[in-house]
């Protein structure tokens, strides 16, 4: 075995010729430290604690690193930094770790990691120190390196123009150079109503990918000039930028071709010398034909009782319909009642004077 100091010349010489950068790379940081670090490689090393994702080993005891902030969200470009440090005495080298860069170390009791722009997708810094007696602990900084996305777009799938009535189409929102896409929750609105939330299945990638999301949807005549559009918003925790970054596509107007509805009762009271109608919408707008009788008619301005009965209304529209209306016809109301109250009002009267 080796004199106590020799691991702490060890890492002397690290620290006087490696670099002390924290340039990024893009390999998986190792679960342990490279053997070279460990101060007694005769002595079986124990296996690190276990980190929790709030920063602080479970097994504080043994390992009291603490990393502030825990978490750190940076977008791709920026600056970022964080710091670790020591809760107690015993453990006098404090240090980074990347893969395939050599050790940042300290003295100190704390060291702080630092990039002036974040360029690397996948960097995992870990924060390590080791003991007095021997042995080592370690803490990885949970980083996240996001982009937001360069564009947005709505489309429907395998289709243009106008849309029937009844028939599943499939609205496509293509989000464009998005990353991490695992953070992102694209909504689809049909005007300021919310038809749905997506995430992407993709955990792995951290790099920017182009993801296109679909939602299938069954006109309606509701959906005859209405606005489709999609969002893409990226949500990455209370330690992200708060509002998250939302980009938005453009609106998708949307036409609805529609067979012929009729809007008014199958049965309707009309006072004679009045008329009636019955609105007929549809797109394209139909042409309306009156029958009565099997002839075709045009409705009186002023109805009498001869005009009682049914009468069919024919549209011809997307596709051909037709509906029956039975008319009724109510007699004019208010003179004769009048003219009898006010004789019995005069009655009235009149023996109320004699009576006096």
């Avoid at 124990?46 to 929790?52: H, N």
């Avoid at 009791?109 to 960097?123: P, Y």
């Avoid at 489309?155 to 991490?180: K, L, R, S």
């Avoid at 790099?207 to 990455?236: Q, R």
Wanted: charged share 15%; aromatic share 10%.
């Amino acid at each position: 075995m080796g004199a106590p100091g020799s691991w702490i010349i060890t890492l002397l010489l690290f620290h006087l010729f490696g670099s002390g950068t924290s340039s990024p790379v893009f390999t998986n940081t190792p679960s342990l430290l490279p053997e070279i670090l460990l101060p007694f490689p005769t002595v079986p090393v124990p296996t690190p604690p276990f980190i929790s994702n709030s920063g602080e080993s479970t097994q504080g005891v043994l390992c009291p690193l603490k990393l502030s902030p825990s978490t750190v969200v940076v977008r791709y470009g920026d600056p970022v930094k964080a710091n670790c440090s020591i809760k107690r005495m015993g453990f006098p080298v404090l240090g980074w770790y990347l893969q395939l860069d050599p050790p940042v170390i300290t003295y100190n009791g704390f060291l702080i990691w630092s990039v002036e722009r974040m360029t690397n997708w996948t960097i995992k810094p870990v924060c390590f120190a080791l003991a007095e007696q021997g042995g080592q602990c370690d803490i990885a900084l949970t980083l996240i390196v996001y982009k937001p996305p360069d564009r947005v777009s709505i489309t429907f799938v395998n289709h243009t123009g106008q849309m029937i009535e009844g028939d599943q189409y499939t609205v496509q929102c293509n989000v464009t150079e998005v990353a991490p896409v695992e953070n992102l929750i694209v909504t689809f609105y049909r005007g300021q109503n919310i038809l749905a939330q997506l995430q992407s299945n993709n955990s792995r990638e951290k790099k920017p990918v182009t993801e296109s999301f679909t939602l299938d949807i069954v006109s309606s005549k509701e959906d005859n000039g209405a606005e489709y559009w999609c969002e893409a918003k990226m949500e990455l925790g209370p330690e992200g930028p708060q509002p998250p970054p939302v980009v938005a596509s453009q609106k998708l107007f949307t036409k609805v071709l529609f067979a012929p509805e009729f809007l008014c009762p199958p049965k309707m009271m009309v006072t004679e010398g009045k008329t009636f109608t019955c609105e007929v919408t549809g797109n394209p707008q139909p042409s309306v034909t009156w029958f009565r009788d099997g002839q075709v008619v045009t409705l009186p301005s002023h109805l009498s009782k001869k005009d009682a009965g049914k009468y069919t209304i024919q549209a011809e529209g997307l596709s051909p319909k037709n509906f029956t209306v039975e008319v009724e016809i109510l007699p004019v109301r208010g003179t004769a009642n009048s003219c009898n109250g006010h004789f019995l009002l005069l009655g009235f009267l009149t023996q109320m004077i004699n009576w006096l």
